[in-house]
């Protein structure tokens, strides 16, 4: 090419997108899962105490947390049946485990039909990776 | 020319003004692109380059995928 500096994204677009960093086209879903996950779910990890979390997430008027390591790697999910539990237990004990999860370059109409065929009220969202980006909820995409 | 990951991409644009380069066909560009990236052909590269692109900037080529 003659150009000194060149470089080659060897994981391509699809990574990019993956990740949902910023790509348009005429195939890109209008609205994607990065664009509606609320990145303000609450998390917690899993030796903390499970009354602690219970408090800090009835203040944020939440009635979900994911669970992460330090990495921010989704480990599980307290839903509302934990959180409301008065189990003296740790986060560990009262989570459920690997939760589903999708990636952020999902469009919301296929997620949506994927959460009615499943039955489900959520989704987690991560990166490839297992990094939580987010959480949607169902009734915010009806 | 050198491999780089998705940071690498990030840090070239943010700072070094990068210029990012798709070089599938147009029809897989038209599909979906990087947003900020330009589409030349691999097969036109060596004679549109010069012409279109900046020689004192960085330019990362992409295209879909570990191929």
Redesign the interface.
């Given at each position: 090419m003659g150009f000194l500096r060149v470089n080659d994204y060897v994981a391509g677009k699809k990574d990019w997108g993956s990740y949902g960093l910023p790509h348009e086209g005429t195939k890109v879903p209008e609205r994607l899962a990065e664009d509606v996950a609320h990145k303000d779910v609450p998390t917690c990890v899993l030796d903390e105490r499970l009354a602690d979390v219970q408090e800090r997430v009835r203040a944020a008027h939440w009635d979900a947390c994911i669970v992460v390591n330090e990495g921010r790697v989704v480990l599980g999910r307290l839903d509302r049946k934990a959180l409301g539990s008065d189990a003296d237990v740790s986060v560990e004990e009262a989570m459920t485990p690997g939760p589903s999860t999708v990636r952020p370059s999902i469009g919301t109409e296929d997620l949506l039909k994927r959460m009615r065929e499943r039955k489900l009220s959520s989704y987690v969202v991560t990166t490839p990776d297992g990094r939580l980006v987010g959480h949607i909820l169902r009734d915010e995409l009806e | 020319?050198?491999?780089?990951?998705?940071d690498?991409?990030?840090r070239?644009i943010a700072d070094e003004d990068?210029q990012l380069v798709?070089v599938l066909p147009a029809e897989d560009?038209?599909?979906?692109?990087?947003?900020?990236a330009i589409n030349i052909p691999l097969k036109e590269?060596?004679e549109r380059?010069?012409r279109e692109?900046e020689?004192e900037?960085?330019?990362?080529?992409?295209?879909?995928?570990?191929?």
């Open positions: - | 020319m050198r491999s780089i990951d998705r690498e991409v990030r070239l990068a798709e560009f038209e599909e979906e692109h990087i947003v900020g590269l060596d380059a010069p692109l020689r900037r960085p330019v990362i080529v992409y295209c879909n995928d570990y191929q």
